[in-house]
């Protein structure tokens, strides 16, 4: 695997269910983010994670809870979520230092009913 | 108000025509960053461009260039010669403040290109 992979491709859930989306780096960076990218809204970053350490939380709903237990590895742990919900989730990794650019995945496509 | 501005929510150009797809950005940092990102129908975002605001010129990357106007605050994307492939979403995206950690972007709401044979 090579770059930033994001499982599962596809999820459909109804509000009362509890799922988890996984997202992996390959690239040995120090960064990861969660965004969430909604119809014709601009993408909005949810979280941000520096070395495995919480630095920004951008008023995300208490439903929605990241968890990042190493540099290579972030999760968003999702419950009773709400049909707004739905969205394109992306996860991005970058260098905390020195680069400029953010590396994505391919996103998890999610479907609240 | 918004950061970044994409006006144009469509356009559309015929392959091997050059394309400028608009951004204009909104800050009162002197130091920041504009990059141009690609999201074809598969969902990823593919990072194409990135400008810094104290950069003397004009940043290029193979067929893409950044036509950067501080004064006007425009950072449009230019690409050359394009090609069927470059059919996608276009996001322009700004980082206030200095590279000093995690990168922080505001995304505009996107242009979609289409490319016509």
């Known amino acids: 695997e090579t770059g930033v992979t994001q499982t599962p491709r596809h999820l459909v859930m109804g509000m009362t269910n509890k799922k988890s989306l996984k997202c992996e780096q390959h690239?040995?960076?120090?960064?990861m983010y969660w965004y969430k990218q909604s119809a014709k809204k601009p993408l909005e970053l949810m979280f941000v994670y520096s070395l495995e350490e919480r630095v920004e939380n951008n008023s995300v709903p208490s439903r929605f809870s990241p968890e990042c237990p190493n540099s290579s590895h972030l999760f968003l742990h999702l419950h009773t979520l709400q049909p707004e919900d739905s969205a394109l989730y992306l996860c991005?990794?970058?260098?905390?230092?020195?680069?400029?650019?953010?590396?994505f995945g391919p996103g998890t496509r999610l479907t609240v009913t | 108000a918004q950061k970044i501005t994409q006006t144009q929510p469509g356009m559309f150009v015929q392959e091997k025509e050059a394309v400028t797809l608009d951004c204009t950005y909104d800050t009162s940092d002197p130091s920041y960053g504009l990059f141009w990102y690609k999201q074809p129908s598969s969902g990823e975002m593919i990072f194409l461009i990135y400008?810094?605001?104290?950069?003397?010129q004009n940043a290029t990357e193979g067929r893409y260039s950044l036509n950067f106007q501080k004064a006007r605050k425009s950072a449009n994307l230019v690409i050359s010669a394009s090609q069927l492939g470059d059919s996608a979403m276009y996001f322009c995206?700004?980082?206030?403040?200095?590279?000093?950690?995690?990168?922080?972007?505001?995304f505009g709401t996107g242009t979609r290109l289409l490319v016509s044979p």
């Open positions: 991005a990794s970058s260098q905390d230092r020195g680069a400029y650019e953010q590396y």
């Open positions: 690239l040995g960076h120090n960064a």
């Open positions: 400008q810094g605001s104290y950069d003397q």
């Open positions: 995206a700004m980082r206030e403040g200095r590279n000093t950690g995690f990168q922080k972007l505001v």
